[in-house]
């Protein structure tokens, strides 16, 4: 009975500190919108700060406290840097799009946390004064942990009087319901988000600045925490501050009980909770369905007419020259263009959604994933040929896409894709976790293509034609009735409902068609590579084909296939020509996103229209 | 293609032999790094004298940021286009054997430095794989010896959820049974690696009233764990038996509150005064003003066991190479070190002994060196565990 009082306080810590970081994430979506991937980077900045601060500040309660809340004010300080220098520049972008730059900031941080602070794990000083521990039922329980459950609640408190006592509070809240109509008051708008970004960013390093006198700070924290932060924010509710806390709650207990009854849970339990929650609810705990977005019906996005002429010829030549050229590179040349060709088709079959669709995906890599693992264990256990295996790739990742999917397309926005993120985790730890049947984190081994495709260029061949055939595939559907039908579902669902398209059926055929597609790709990587991990569906690659898509452009059928092709290639080159690539990848992202927030092919589409519009 | 190569071979004998080298740098740069630094040194050293039958040697390095599947495409480059003559490098397992798999197919060296797994030399192991760490199951085996001597019966463990956290557990519960029959395992925690939950661990095992608890966490997972355990009285009256806690990596960002008697394997470094050790800490602190981490080690050791096999080898194609790897002897810092030809594996050994606070600071001792080769299965257990070609 002490035991699990004491286990529940454990969690109630745990939550707590959740808290902390999940109530900026949410502060800051519900009013700007923007989906925060640097979030966890400025936690980990707030820790790695704090850490500075307090370790060169005297020793003592000023020291202490005074570098934890200077550490959080620094990183709201850098938060507003960004906000201003390049979030600002971007709010008009298409929906996800500033996803693309805050991930810029995030391998930026990663370089220059490691060169400031060095590789090694740091060690923070203890609170004064809540160094030791107390007796709780006859149980020791650490005095800091106590303080920090009380944190969680306080820091509540404090922003609910800010959002319900002053006038800059209720103007966020406003902003939260309907930011067009605040505009429209004639509230100034950029003061407001660079503001909210501000507290967002404190909060954030308030969180990290916290966790110093309990856990190393170290440079991981900043995508450890950046997942469950987003699940704590989507489960409660998007921008609801008591909505976070309660689900921060919910979390710190089921983790803390879960260990004691299946201590193999660690890996999954978080998404579990966010795949039941929102299948039941659709908005979270306490969300509210977003307001109907008043520009919607007017603000259709421009229909996608049959390619140019140029773009034909170019596409053309592009082909011509992927068939021609080959034969004259080396080995390694046609293996980076297999895995080029690989990635259009993956980024292309994410774009089907997206795009077309309308529903973003932040766990399409789930479906890359299962067709691997479908080819791979065809070969391994079935002793199947490797044509056999890259037929069932398709398959299994199908039918996993219709299944997974049955639930996702029901809802929307940022809801809709945290479930696809939440389906593609809980893929992802079974693949992890079922050792007998796959291998585990160790994979599968001895995936190689059968004799007549192992020379490197046969095998480029075999893929190229798969990949190529399937992306034009795409594109064909997206000029047929379906895929017209997509839009329409997309740009007004009330619209298309009245002409007779079943938008749920539709949605959810096109979700299972993009994962489909993304099978093939996933079968193809599997012979190409020769093995199959769970990283295959793991966040970074899903995260890889998002960036792909909003790289090249979400407007445009072409941009997956640029984006593909610039972010495959850029990070090859990058990664061989400095160890500091990660730090040049995300400034090169920044000035993309600045420089074409429409996206590469998206810009070249403006420049030429633009021309056309001259002549 | 049998006339060419000859030729290319002699119009490359002036140059550089070309190692590729691929780590998850980016991605574990607290090993990494001074495993790097002491690479670079022992190119250097081997370079000042004279090289390799006069040609020097010459290392490419790649990231493969912790990803097998662009270890794998860094690997057909160096292959191809750097035309190296051999692969070496891997942390993680997952791209240890995948870089394992890779270099079986292709048919080109691999030298695995630092991947822990047994499956890289035994169920997936290959003619052209070889590894120099000691594996998860001989530091298992090192801890077993010490476990058994203590009075323990009730114990517990905690690991983290992944193949090497699962491997050691499992070892270290079956070798621990066969040698102490009377014990039992009461309680187990397996946290997300990187993402413990440290509070709500350490009350789970608590409540099982363990007498002895067998650790696996290492890094960001361990140094939570530890002062969680403390401040909450978990290691009072209980013994600790903990891999890897003594190496440097892990051992000092705990600072003064690294634990006390734990027993633990590990790299006391400012304590082993052989001749073997001692130049090489002495030319480490010389050359990066700082002092050798075990990566530093397994970084300096991969380099000279590889010098040995060039040294050794007949020629350079992998053919001639493999064969001379399999066998291969040659000094390592710890002391005199074999690839054995039956599975692969090197006898690298591991430091085993007790953690205590010295100077405000963690520290190893009444340490001994366990010789690798007196931790492995009998060769006819091994040859059930490896596929026999």
Known sequence: ?615 | MALAAPRIGNAQAAGPIRIGEINSYTAQPAFLQPYRNAWTLAQEQVNAAGGINGRPIETVFRDDAGRPEDAVRLAGELVNAEKVSLLAGGFLSNVGLALGDFANQNKKLFVASEPLTDALVWARGNRYTFRLRASTYMQSAMLVEEAAKLPAKRWATVAPNYEYGQSAVRWFKELLTKARPDVSFVAEQFPALGRIDAGATVQALAAANPEAIFNVTFGADLTNFVRQGSTRGLFERRRVVSLLTGEPEYLDPLGDEAPEDWIVTGYPWDQIDTPAHTPFRDAYRKRWNDYPRLGSVVGYDTVMAIAALLKKAPALETEPLVDAMAGLQFQSVLGPVEFRAIDHQSTMGAFVGRTVLKNGKGAMADWRYADGKDYLPADEVVRTLRPQA
């Open chain 1, 1 to 615: 009975m002490e035991n699990l009082v004491l286990q529940a306080l454990s969690g109630l810590a745990s939550a707590s500190s959740l808290f902390l970081v999940a109530s900026g994430l949410t502060v800051i979506f519900g009013v700007s919108r923007v989906v925060n991937f640097a979030h966890g980077s400025l936690y980990m900045l707030g820790a790695y700060l704090a850490w500075t601060l307090v370790t060169s500040l005297p020793r003592g309660h000023l020291g202490f406290w005074g570098g934890v809340l200077g550490a959080a004010v620094l990183v709201g300080l850098i938060g507003l840097v960004v906000e201003v220098l390049l979030l600002r520049r971007i709010y008009r972008a298409p929906e996800l799009f500033q996803l693309l730059a805050t991930f810029g900031v995030v391998l930026i941080v990663q370089d220059l946390a490691l060169l400031t602070w060095g590789a090694q794990d740091l060690l923070g000083p203890r609170a004064p004064g809540l160094r030791g521990s107390t007796e709780i039922l006859g149980l020791r329980f650490p005095l800091y942990e106590l303080f920090l459950i009380g944190v969680g609640p306080v820091v509540l408190g404090l922003l609910w009087l800010l959002f319900h006592r002053t006038r800059w509070g209720t103007l966020v809240r406003a902003a939260t319901q309907d930011r067009e109509m605040v505009g429209a008051l004639g509230v100034n708008q950029r003061m407001l988000f660079t503001s909210v970004f501000f507290l967002g960013s404190l909060l954030a390093g308030l969180g990290g600045a916290l966790q110093l006198p309990r856990e190393s700070v170290n440079l991981h924290m900043d995508l450890s925490i950046i997942t469950e932060a987003f699940v704590v924010v989507v489960v409660g509710g998007l921008g609801s501050l008591s909505g976070a806390a309660l689900a921060a709650l919910l979390i710190g207990e089921l983790h803390a009980f879960g260990i004691l009854i299946v201590p193999k849970i660690t890996l999954v339990l978080v998404f579990l909770v966010m795949a039941i929650v929102l299948v039941v609810r659709p908005h979270g705990l306490l969300g509210k369905p977003e307001a109907a977005a008043r520009g919607g019906q007017g603000s259709a996005e421009p229909l996608v007419g049959p390619a140019p002429a140029a773009l034909r010829w170019a596409a053309l030549a592009a082909a011509l020259l992927a068939v021609a050229v080959p034969p004259f590179l080396g080995d390694y040349g046609i293996s980076v263009l297999t895995e080029m060709a690989i990635f259009v088709l993956f980024a292309a079959s994410l774009h089907l959604i997206m795009g077309p669709g309308g529903m973003a995906s932040f766990g399409h890599a789930a479906y890359f994933g299962l067709g691997a693992y479908g080819a791979a264990l065809a070969a391994q256990w079935l002793g199947a040929p490797m044509l056999a295996g890259l037929a069932i790739a398709p398959v299994m990742a199908g039918i996993f896409g219709l299944v997974f999917g049955f639930f996702c397309v029901r809802l929307s926005g940022v809801y809709s894709a945290m479930l696809t993120l939440a389906f593609a985790q809980i893929a992802w730890s079974v693949a992890f976790q079922w050792v007998e049947v796959t291998g585990g984190d160790n994979g599968i081994l001895g995936v190689w293509p059968d004799a007549w495709a192992a020379p490197k260029l046969v095998y480029y061949y075999l893929a190229l034609g798969l990949c190529l055939g399937a992306t034009l595939l795409l594109r064909r559907v997206i000029h047929a009735p379906f895929g017209y039908a997509l839009r329409a579902q997309r740009d007004s669902s009330l619209r298309a409902e009245a002409i007779g398209i079943d938008a749920f059926r539709i949605r959810w055929l096109g979700f299972g068609l993009a994962a489909a597609a993304a099978g093939v790709a996933g079968g193809l990587f599997a012979y190409g590579k020769g093995s199959v991990f769970p990283t295959y569906m793991g966040i970074p690659r899903s995260v890889d084909a998002l960036l792909m898509v909003l790289l090249g452009g979400v407007q445009t059928l072409s941009g997956p296939i640029v984006g593909a092709l610039a972010f495959t290639g850029l990070q090859e080159q990058l990664v061989r020509l400095t160890d500091l690539w990660r730090l040049v990848l995300g400034c090169v992202i920044v000035a993309l996103v600045l420089f074409f927030p429409q996206g590469l092919a998206g810009a070249a589409r403006a420049r030429w229209e633009a021309s056309r519009g001259d002549a």
